[in-house]
């Protein structure tokens, strides 16, 4: 099937302004995990989403930052008063179980340009 | 201090020759990932090891759990194997620790 989907694949937005990042995981993967890369710089884990337990929240960098996800499906990272080292592709990722020895699937990313 | 550490940061290589990439690793893992990132920006699970060696075309991966190191290698290197290959460890938990990356161009 599909894999990993992610909406919009670029936003260019004002420092200061909300914004809403849009991940679709895989058919029947029960993990999904938000990462963020900053130009030049490695993956960064910001939280995971395992069946109905309470999400791994431990790598948001500020309280600016939340995520939500629907079931095991869709998944929704919000930034909130955006600021300029928000800067990043943000990557969505999902897996069948979500066990460090589980294939993670990534999508192509959104690329968020703070102005 | 990166629990992860890839080495070299950066590599170029003649169109065949073999490449070797490093990856080292502080604390037990339950597997070590490689990835492979396209200068689009898109990811690829390459291999997941807990053991061993594993084969797939011309990218072979090994891991010594005792030393905490895992090499990839690419035999016959080409062009289009120019990437980001990224090495991660896998806990027993939920997130993957991610190396930061080694940048391999390949000439013609």
């Known amino acids: 099937g599909a894999g990993v989907s992610q909406s919009p694949s670029n936003k260019v937005t004002e420092k200061g302004k909300d914004v809403e990042l849009r991940c679709d995981p895989i058919?029947?993967?029960?993990?999904l995990y938000w990462y963020r890369q900053r130009l030049g710089q490695g993956l960064e884990f910001l939280i995971y989403?395992?069946?109905?337990?309470?999400?791994?929240k431990s790598g948001l960098p500020s309280d600016r930052f939340s995520a939500e996800r629907t079931g095991e499906s869709v998944s929704t990272l919000t930034i909130q008063r955006t600021q300029q080292e928000d800067s990043a592709v943000y990557l969505c990722?999902?897996?069948?179980?979500?066990?460090?020895?589980?294939?993670?699937?990534f999508g192509p990313g959104t690329r968020l340009t703070v102005l | 201090k990166n629990e992860v550490e890839q080495s070299p940061q950066n590599l170029t290589a003649q169109e065949g020759e073999f490449i070797t990439i490093n990856c080292s690793y502080s604390?037990?893992?339950?597997?070590l990932h490689w990835l492979q990132q396209h200068p689009g920006g898109g990811i690829v699970s390459l291999f997941m090891?807990?053991?061993g060696k594993k084969k797939h075309g011309r990218l072979i991966a090994t891991i010594n759990i005792q030393e905490k190191h895992s090499s990839l290698h690419i035999t016959a290197s080409h062009p289009r194997d120019s990437a980001v290959y990224i090495c991660?460890?896998?806990?027993?938990?939920?997130?993957?620790?991610f190396g930061t990356g080694t940048r391999l161009q390949v000439f013609p």
């Open positions: 090891l807990s053991s």
């Open positions: 604390v037990g893992i339950s597997a």
């Open positions: 991660a460890g896998g806990y027993n938990t939920d997130k993957l620790i």
């Open positions: 058919s029947g993967h029960t993990a």
């Open positions: 990722a999902s897996s069948f179980q979500g066990v460090g020895t589980d294939t993670q699937y």
């Open positions: 989403f395992q069946g109905n337990s309470a999400p791994d």
